[in-house]
């Protein structure tokens, strides 16, 4: 048996008192591809970036080509040949490919970018990658620009690629041509690492799968010799049906009305393009996509925090029936007009919640103006704080712990809490359970179902399409701004979905 | 690609501590502050040849007076009627009030470098209607020249804090750059005035209203009569009124609405936005506040302290008094403690270079070795460091 490329032995990593990765074990062959997965905040990019050289272990050891070494920097790794391609690319705009492939090399001779443009073209020639050198990365799509971080790695003479979830930001299509190349590296002798949490793709370009749970090592199986629900099993503990409740929509009424509305961003690219859907009280309305086609600029939008192009916003007041426009109106001059609109945004640090502020003091966000004083009083948050506590189940120290102190799950315990604590008529959460333990999502599940139950109109944005099956009754399905599809909860399909994410781009490009 | 030879692992990395007991935060902030003393001790003998201890007497003796054992006047009685430990609380009181005007900015991610020069305009302000008002009809309404002085160095104070919250406000403009300006700007003027004043070319302004003290500060008779040192008289309006505005800030941080909404800005603009909050509107009456606080600091330092106004006006306090705020962490309350740490420092600092033959410069590499101890050891309180052990 030859010597393995790389090899972790026992990889421990601590932050502070959450322990990322524990006992880690991992083995790479030459000319081999090794899936990583893991749910989210499992710890695949904190190991990851320990073989890349950011982060230290505090313990364990690595070898490559049988001998053990110390990676104490990102430059280090690549002296061992280990190249990362990361999720977020780092790239400079406004240079070509090449230029940005020659970038921070110390290349002995005079600096020809002809002939780097040159390298350039044969790697990709070799494996297969369809990019033009000279062309600027401001003009590039996403997966152009990620084809350019490989290539970058390849021309450092990498041997071991590591891809964090490299399908993340890609259309299926793109998938299955980054999967073409990996294949020709790996016929090349490379060894690759790709991260994904993606079952079928797992299945499909593996050849061994490591799984990760809570920052555990859990096993490496043969990719040939499984299937999904044992992947699913080893990832989530137990193998679990979703089984997530949900009930008929009762009296349910159009709430939110949003009409053709239009919305270009800060680079002028049309984020919302003609956006018409109606909320209605007493159901799970989800919406679905791939990351960035507008979700977050809609919900924004609605809560008031974005200025529209064109279009209409109109919430119907549940009690007198009265119509208002919210279109361009600041949240302040929302909630003046009677409308009980809550929003669990995305980012729950930075903009949902103060990280340096304790529970008291977050609960306070919504309440803090009322009344004439010019004091803040803290009485009625701190019992809402005491009350979310205990009802949600949050686990921390006290109300007066700053909520970074917290786990994703009570921080978003938290936010949530307070936002229905307003008793809303309409509740916007965007990925509510992202980073979440499948108790505390379960946990979210119920909260947003009881909310359904009391007549608010819930939108649920949502990444895991089997979830937004389960529990909304109807989903709106984005793609590139545009709304492609909304679908009844009840009978829709896992492929059909999926389909309609991606039409836009395929049928566009 | 060969793989290099053998490196050798670190012998120690740094890890991030979860929450610190108060006890070991503090442990480790006297640790550094005997770390201080050790070293610059051990400057003073390389400079001086004599006894770090001899250095010491020094230094406690610029702020609290010589203590004479033959007395039969007690300890504090002796620190009380002492000139040095009122002149140390005058000073302590300046530093004061200044970083309090600057905190609430600061809290707010406002990096407000320009209190130099909101102190001096606030000064200069009133200094100009000391001048002007000095005969006939004022020499009888001492008070309204005061009231009149205030409302100037406060205008004074918060035109040259607004001016770059409009500009911050309206177009992002970088604030730390465009206080910075600001300052020069207030030192020019504050020279010109002065030129104007003084025809003879001095370029020096001698103490206004020698004789008539219109828009002096009243000297307190009773301090003196309580047993205090004469300098108290001097002094005591001063502290009464920054001791005020300490407990005014602190109340208005901690709980008014407006303080609450400065944290959120400053925390997180994107929350503000959020939950509603006028972020425009918060950081120019945030900058109002801090402009008036500067344009009392102004106003005490000329009627209270000076009678005068020179471009030293503000004794580089407007960025000491960053520290002081930086050191309490926007504490009102521990701001006391920390200025009165500078101050102890820099009077006995300047004490010891007089004493020794040394200039200025000797004091502010003292205090410097002992401020960098005392912003170093904050890594301590939230890193820790952790040797390398390794298995198998």
């Not at chain 1, 919430?315 to 919210?326: K, M």
């Not at chain 2, 700007?185 to 104007?196: F, P």
Request: hydrophobic share 45%; with cysteine.
């Amino acid at each position: 048996m030859s010597t393995p490329a790389i090899v972790l032995k026992n990889i421990t990593k601590t932050f502070g008192q959450i322990v990322a990765n524990k006992n880690i074990n991992l083995s790479v062959d030459r000319g081999e591809i090794v899936a990583l997965l893991g749910e989210n905040g499992s710890g695949k990019t904190t190991l990851m970036n320990m073989i890349a050289g950011i982060y230290f272990p505090d313990e364990g050891q690595i070898f490559i080509d049988g001998s053990e070494v110390v990676i104490k920097s990102p430059k280090g790794a690549f002296r061992y040949g280990i190249g990362m391609i990361h999720q977020h690319f780092k790239l400079v705009d406004l240079f070509s490919a090449a230029e940005n492939v020659a970038l921070g090399l110390k290349e002995k001779g005079k600096f020809d970018i002809k002939e780097v443009a040159e390298r350039v073209r044969q790697i990709s020639g070799r494996y297969g990658f369809d990019i033009d050198p000279n062309k600027k990365i401001y003009e590039m799509s996403v997966s152009e620009k990620q084809t350019v971080e490989i290539i970058k790695v390849l021309y450092r003479g990498a041997n071991i690629l590591i891809l964090d979830e490299p399908t993340a930001v890609l259309t299926p299509q793109e998938t299955q041509k980054l999967f073409a190349v990996l294949r020709n590296m790996k016929k090349d002798g490379k060894s690759i690492i790709i991260i994904t949490h993606k079952l079928h793709e797992v299945l499909s370009i593996s050849d061994n799968v490591v799984v990760l749970r809570k920052g555990e090592y859990v096993g490496t199986v043969k990719t040939a010799e499984t299937d999904e629900a044992q992947l699913t099993e080893m990832m989530v503990g137990k193998k679990i049906a979703l089984n997530i409740e949900r009930s008929e929509p009762e009296e349910s009424a159009d709430r939110l009305f949003v009409r053709g509305i239009d919305l270009t961003n800060h680079d002028g690219v049309k984020v919302l393009d003609d956006i018409t859907f109606t909320a209605r009280s007493g159901e799970i309305l989800g919406i679905a996509g791939i990351a960035g086609s507008g979700q977050k600029e809609l919900l924004e939008a609605i809560a008031g925090l974005q200025k529209l192009d064109g279009g209409e916003i109109v919430y119907v007041n549940p009690a007198s029936g009265q119509e208002e426009d919210l279109r361009n109106k600041t949240p302040i001059q929302i909630r003046e007009l009677g409308v009980r609109l809550s929003f669990v945004p995305e980012d729950r640090l930075g903009m949902g919640l103060v990280g340096n502020m304790d529970i008291i003091d977050n609960m306070m966000l919504r309440s803090y103006k009322k009344g004439r004083s010019v004091f803040v009083e803290r009485k009625g948050p701190r019992e809402l704080a005491d009350k979310v506590i205990s009802d949600l189940e949050v686990v921390t120290p006290g109300p007066t712990t700053p909520v970074r102190r917290l786990s994703g799950g009570n921080v978003q315990k938290v936010l949530v809490g307070r936002e229905i604590a307003a008793a809303p008529t309409v509740l916007m959460a965007a990925y509510p359970v992202r980073g979440l333990d499948i108790n505390s999502s379960y946990a979210i599940y119920n909260l947003l179902n009881e909310q359904k139950r009391k007549g608010v109109a819930v939108i649920f944005v949502g990444e895991d399409l089997d979830v937004l099956i389960e529990l909304c009754d109807r989903i709106l399905v984005l793609c590139a701004g545009r709304v492609t599809g909304i679908l009844n909860g009840r009978d829709a399909d896992k492929s059909e979905i999926g389909l309609l994410m991606t039409r836009q781009s395929g049928g566009n490009d | 690609m060969s793989a290099p030879k053998k490196i050798h692992e670190p012998p120690f990395h740094i890890v991030k501590r979860p929450a610190i007991a108060p006890w070991k935060a503090l442990l480790i902030r006297a640790i550094a502050i005997a770390a201080a003393l050790a070293v610059s001790s051990l400057v003073l003998f390389v400079l001086t040849k004599k006894s770090p201890f001899e250095a010491m007497r020094l230094v406690y003796e610029a702020s609290f007076g010589v203590f004479n054992k033959n007395s039969d006047r007690g300890f504090f009685a002796q620190v009380f009627t002492g000139r040095r430990f009122w002149a140390m609380l005058q000073d302590l009181c300046m530093l004061l009030v200044i970083a309090l005007a600057v905190t609430p900015a600061f809290k707010m991610k406002y990096w407000n470098l320009g209190a130099q020069g909101q102190v001096l305009f606030g000064g200069l302000c009133s200094v100009a209607v000391m001048f002007y008002l000095s005969s006939g009809y004022w020499e009888t309404h001492k008070a309204l020249v005061l009231l009149l002085m205030i409302a100037a160095a406060v205008a004074g104070g918060i035109v040259w804090a607004v001016i770059p919250a409009l500009f911050k406000a309206r177009w992002n403009t970088n604030e730390s750059l465009f206080t910075l300006m600001m300052n020069y700007i207030a030192i020019q003027l504050v020279s010109c005035m002065i030129n104007v004043w003084v025809p003879t070319g001095s370029s020096v302004m001698g103490v206004v209203n020698q004789n008539t003290q219109i828009g002096w500060l009243p000297n307190m008779t009773f301090p003196e009569a309580w047993g205090m040192s004469p300098s108290a008289k001097n002094y005591f309006f001063n502290i009464v009124i920054v001791l005020v505005l300490t407990a005014v800030m602190f109340v208005y941080l901690r709980y008014s609405k407006h303080g609450y909404e400065l944290s959120v800005v400053g925390e997180s603009v994107n929350t503000a936005n959020y939950i509603g909050i006028n972020v425009k509107k918060v950081i120019i009456r945030t900058l109002v506040f801090s402009g008036l606080l500067c344009g009392v600091a102004g106003f005490l330092l000329v009627s209270g302290t000076d009678h005068s106004i020179t471009t030293g006006l503000d004794r580089g306090y407007g960025f000491t008094a960053i520290i002081v705020a930086w050191l309490a962490k926007f504490n009102p309350l521990t701001m006391i403690l920390t200025s009165f740490l500078i101050i102890f420092l820099d009077r006995g600092a300047s004490d010891i270079a007089m004493n020794m033959g040394f200039n200025e410069s000797v004091g502010d590499i003292i205090t410097g070795i002992i401020i960098f101890f005392i912003i170093g050891c904050e890594f301590f309180i939230n890193y820790r460091i952790v040797k390398t052990h390794r298995e198998g």
